[in-house]
């Protein structure tokens, strides 16, 4: 059972570039989540999606998008990447009233320079 | 719109010493309340929840956390910590019905020095 995967798990970005990550679950959770997580300043909320087909700004969505591609996958996009950009995103999911809290991916640690 | 205050940020204790850490909450309506751990290097793990009754809940590793309405606080609590409790933990509140939206707590380190 893999729970949630993401991919990469590691990535170094030049300024400017663009890049998508992948977010896959196969616990048929309806919601899923993107965070980034900086020393300091615990997980703060990008995107959600709380069901498949819509999608939510959290805390800091400003540089990034986010598409809920099916039930399974959501991935989140970084059309210019910045090294204010650089941190460790986590994806997650949950079921919605669900009992067990969300669970989450392994991070993805992505380096702006 | 929800919030979450950790207001310890970083927390030193010895071993077999008492823990808590506090946590409290902003938001309006009904709310489901979780503890996260975060070992070094490691994804977040479910600790313990809240969603309605008993106000004490007991999660796993010996924690609990006591859910105040009242004080709109939801603290974490152990009797005994031990050398392995070294992470960060993490308070978060989930927005009840279909919203769903999850907000994390800024975390609070603990280092258990043996």
């Known amino acids: 059972?893999?729970?949630?995967?993401?991919?990469?798990?590691?990535?170094?970005?030049?300024?400017?570039?663009?890049?998508?990550?992948?977010?896959?679950?196969d616990m048929n959770h309806n919601s899923m989540y993107w965070y980034r997580q900086d020393p300091g300043m615990?997980?703060?909320?990008?995107?959600?999606?709380a069901s498949e087909g819509t999608t939510?700004?959290?805390?800091?969505?400003?540089?990034?998008?986010?598409?809920?591609?099916?039930?399974?996958?959501?991935?989140?996009r970084l059309e210019s990447a910045a090294p204010s950009q650089t941190s460790v995103y986590f994806c997650a999911?949950?079921?919605?009233?669900?009992s067990y809290g969300a669970f989450f991916g392994q991070g993805t640690r992505l380096t702006v320079v | 719109a929800q919030s979450?205050?950790?207001?310890n940020h970083h927390v030193i204790l010895s071993e077999a010493a008492s823990l808590e850490l506090g946590c409290n909450y902003s938001y309006g309506g009904t709310v489901n309340l979780f503890?996260?751990?975060?070992?070094?290097?490691?994804?977040?793990?479910?600790?313990?929840k809240y969603f309605s009754g008993d106000p004490l809940v007991k999660g796993i590793k010996g924690f609990e956390a006591e859910f105040i309405k009242s004080k709109f606080s939801f603290n974490l609590r152990k009797p005994s910590v031990q050398w392995s409790d070294t992470a960060e933990y993490f308070c978060a509140v989930r927005a009840g019905g279909a919203t769903n939206k999850l907000i994390f707590g800024t975390?609070?380190?603990?280092?258990v020095q043996p």
């Open chain 1, 93 to 98: 999911s949950s079921e919605i009233f669900g």
């Open chain 1, 1 to 25: 059972n893999a729970g949630v995967t993401q991919t990469p798990k590691f990535q170094v970005l030049k300024t400017g570039q663009s890049m998508t990550l992948q977010c896959a679950q």
């Open chain 2, 35 to 48: 503890w996260y751990v975060q070992y070094p290097g490691q994804h977040l793990q479910l600790l313990l």
């Open chain 1, 42 to 49: 615990g997980l703060r909320l990008i995107y959600y999606s």
């Open chain 2, 4 to 7: 979450v205050s950790q207001h």
């Open chain 2, 107 to 111: 975390g609070t380190l603990l280092a």
């Open chain 1, 56 to 76: 939510d700004k959290g805390e800091v969505p400003n540089g990034y998008n986010v598409s809920r591609l099916n039930k399974r996958e959501f991935s989140l």
